[in-house]
């Protein structure tokens, strides 16, 4: 079994004004300074998703091919309207055999204080349904038009914070993707 890893990066949304690519983008550049890991980010903007559900005609195949290579997956969601996004679901329901014992991480994104924890809590029986493992720890960025610059970085005020709860995530995902991966390998 190979020790390196691929983590596909969700982008949780489509919407233009959309606040929580910075903290994806981060995400991701975070993911690119662990060791054995190759990063896939996906922002849903780049893919067609047609149809509602995991019909042939709803699949974007390059969407299919990402969720085939990746071992482990990080959902960066924005909070709209208390749960997650409509076009990070018809993203997800595109594609469900991929998915099976494969883990994920999710970090909720908000403009309020709560840094978008109703949508994690959504989101988690969702993709548990898909045969997603979620893990047991998400991060969260509260105030997001305040925690990133222009570049997608942190600010100075916010970089420790926000690296140690990325970390924290990663930690738990990574060590996830590997017995998955094992199990997926080895086991019948």
């Known amino acids: 079994m190979s020790n390196s890893l691929t983590i596909a990066v969700l982008a949780g949304t ?12 981060y995400v991701a550049q975070f993911g690119t300074g662990l060791p054995d890991v190759q ?11 047609p149809g509602d559900g995991n019909d042939p005609e ?3 195949p390059r969407y299919s091919e990402i969720t085939a290579k990746a071992d ?3 959902i960066v969601t924005p909070e709209y309207n208390h749960s997650f996004p409509g076009s990070l679901k018809r993203m997800l329901d595109s594609e469900l055999e991929n998915y099976i014992h494969k883990p994920v991480a999710i970090a909720g994104v908000s403009n309020g204080s709560w840094g978008g924890v109703r949508a ?16 047991f720890t998400s991060a969260y960025f ?47």
């Open 14 to 25: 489509t919407r233009q004004q959309r606040q929580s690519i910075k903290a994806a983008h």
């Open 39 to 49: 990063m896939i980010f996906v922002d849903p903007n780049d893919f067609n998703f």
């Open 120 to 135: 994690v809590e959504a989101l988690v029986t969702s993709v548990r349904e898909m045969g997603l493992v979620a893990t």
């Open 58 to 60: 709803g699949k974007d």
């Open 72 to 74: 482990a997956f990080f």
């Open 142 to 188: 509260p105030r997001v038009q305040d925690s990133f610059d222009s570049h997608n970085q942190p600010v100075a005020d916010q970089k420790d914070r926000i690296d140690k709860n990325i970390q924290r995530a990663y930690d738990e995902l990574i060590w996830m993707a590997k017995v998955l991966k094992y199990g997926r390998d080895n086991l019948a």
